[in-house]
């Protein structure tokens, strides 16, 4: 049983140790990343799901449960506690899509698995994410770049279905992302977000900042960002409906504001 | 002395990783000599003797196969690399015909593929991947954890032994237990021999005859209609 993960920080890109020695992530722990680009942030998830052990560019350290992780966990996909979801907007496996999804079920379970039903399961959640349903079976090359987005999340949730799951920005890239949230925080895990997104980064329990490659603070949600973040919310449902209604080729109007601002 | 044998497709970064484990090594002071087999052109030896001053060689293979020339020069280097005080020979090759392999008993044999090219890759490289001791998977950064996973699994399908290495070559991540592979291995004895069996047949082509059709040949040949057959004494 996963209950918590542990970075032992270790250097900036300049060198130069990093704001805090350590943090430990609690199962059902919801947290961000947030910096400038470049910062570091896809680095720092990279570190959690290579298992860092110091050899790195970082020089961070990870432990499971306070342990250094078995080496299972890297070298048997079945193992893995980990699922990331990364910045990638294409694929480039020369594979259908459901040969894909059943050869990844079958390697990241350790028990016999249903297949084709988990394989309908996982699309059926991506299509809820994607405004262009993915056929089975066309191409993992051929998937556009939201479609590419809403199966990682999909295989990351239902395929890997594992206690960690770390996610790169997975605002970008033309997929429901208030859905994503809503279907993500249906499981109780660990949720790392790196984003760079307002309505995410109020939703979780704290967040990690960086600059330069290093951590250079965790600062937790206080009571006066609990109260921004409904709003925030309020405020960014309101643009969603405001997109979609330019996008369909309607009007907008003044009254749609009220309430909010 | 211990051997290492490293081949893949070219530009899967065989030399980005061998240069980790060269410096890795290094500083376990543990000096290695390293000769690249290729066709027709190579210039790593260069670049690494400038790097860590260490002794390199290449050949090129020209009218013999890369493997071939390797299992020819294979005892020289040896002797050239305890000469020169080494303690470890990297040999890199091409391994270009995907028929046979140029790993020996007695050294450990490494094979380079990248996680983008392709999920058929594994299929196709034959003896080079499953008789290799450690597959080493680079480019691991450039897809998505998900088709890493597949990639495994694919690899895994065809060489079941085979241990699998997921490194990120421009950074060094997962170099170290590879050194460590190489620290374990029993030292290369004298008598060494190819692993696993070379293909039958002689190559009529390698012997000069242009002729096409198999009427033309002799030996292991084939029709477009057959499978391969034996014609001759
Ligand atoms: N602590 C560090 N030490 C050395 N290099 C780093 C460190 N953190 C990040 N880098 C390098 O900085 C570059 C940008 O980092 P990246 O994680 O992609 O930033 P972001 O995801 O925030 O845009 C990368 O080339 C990465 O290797
Ligand atoms: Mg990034």
Redesign the pocket.
């Known amino acids: 049983m996963i209950e918590s993960i542990t970075i032992l920080t270790?250097?900036?890109?300049k060198g130069g140790t990093e704001g805090v020695e350590r943090i430990d992530f609690k199962m059902g722990d919801v947290v961000s990343i947030v910096?400038?680009?470049?910062?570091?942030?896809?680095?720092?998830i990279?570190d959690i799901e290579l298992f860092a052990d110091g050899t790195t560019?970082?020089?961070?350290r990870v432990l499971i449960n306070g342990m250094p992780p078995p080496a299972e966990y890297r070298d048997n996909p079945a193992c893995n506690p980990i699922a990331l979801i990364t910045?990638h907007t294409t694929f480039l496996s020369d594979l259908p899509v459901n040969e894909f999804l059943r050869t990844h079920a079958r390697i990241r379970s350790q028990s016999p698995v249903d297949g084709d039903g988990l394989v309908r399961q996982t699309l059926d959640f991506a299509n809820q994410l994607t405004g262009e349903p993915i056929i089975p079976t066309s191409q993992m090359t051929e998937l556009s770049g939201g479609q590419t987005r809403a199966l990682l999340i999909a295989d990351a949730t239902i395929i890997c279905n594992t206690p960690i799951v770390l996610l790169?920005e997975v605002e970008n890239a033309g997929i429901h992302r208030t859905r994503a949230l809503e279907l993500l925080r249906r499981y109780r895990k660990i949720f790392i977000f790196?984003t760079h997104d307002p309505r995410i980064a109020l939703l979780s329990d704290y967040r990690i900042i960086?600059q330069?490659?290093?951590i250079t603070d965790v600062l937790y949600a206080n009571d006066e960002e609990r109260e921004c973040s409904v709003k925030v919310s309020q405020l960014d449902d309101l643009l969603t409906r405001m997109r979609d209604k330019l996008r369909f080729g309607e009007r907008l109007t003044i009254e749609e504001l009220e309430g909010v601002l | 002395m211990k051997l290492l044998i490293c081949a893949g497709p070219a530009t899967t970064g065989k030399t980005a990783v061998l240069r980790h484990m060269i410096r890795k090594l290094l500083a376990k002071n543990l000096r290695s000599a390293f000769l690249k087999i290729d066709v027709q052109y190579a210039e790593e030896d260069e670049i690494f003797a400038r790097e860590f001053g260490i002794p390199t060689k290449k050949v090129y293979s020209g009218e013999l196969c890369p493997d071939h020339c390797n299992v020819m020069v294979l005892g020289d280097a040896l002797r050239w690399a305890d000469a020169e005080g080494c303690q470890v020979l990297m040999v890199e090759t091409a391994g270009l015909c995907l028929r046979c392999s140029p790993y020996v008993d007695g050294g450990l044999g490494i094979v380079v593929l990248e996680a983008t090219s392709g999920m058929n890759l594994p299929l196709k490289v034959g003896p080079m991947l499953s008789l290799a001791d450690i597959a080493v998977v680079t480019k691991i950064d450039r897809v998505s954890q998900a088709e890493r996973e597949v990639f495994r699994s694919r690899i895994q399908d065809v060489a079941p032994q085979v241990r699998i290495r997921e490194v990120n070559a421009l950074?060094g991540i997962g170099i170290d237990p590879l050194v460590a592979s190489v620290e374990a291995f029993p030292d290369a004895g004298e008598n060494l021999l190819l692993r696993g069996n070379p293909p039958v047949g002689t190559c009529t082509i390698c012997v000069g005859k242009k002729e096409i059709g198999w009427q033309a040949h002799f030996g292991v040949v084939r029709a477009l209609e057959n499978q391969v057959f034996y014609r001759g004494e």
């Not at chain 1, 560019?57 to 961070?60: D, E």
């Open positions: 270790g250097h900036g890109k910096g400038p680009t470049g910062s570091g942030k896809t680095t720092l990279n560019p970082t020089g961070r910045q790169d790196v960086m330069q490659g290093r | 950074y």
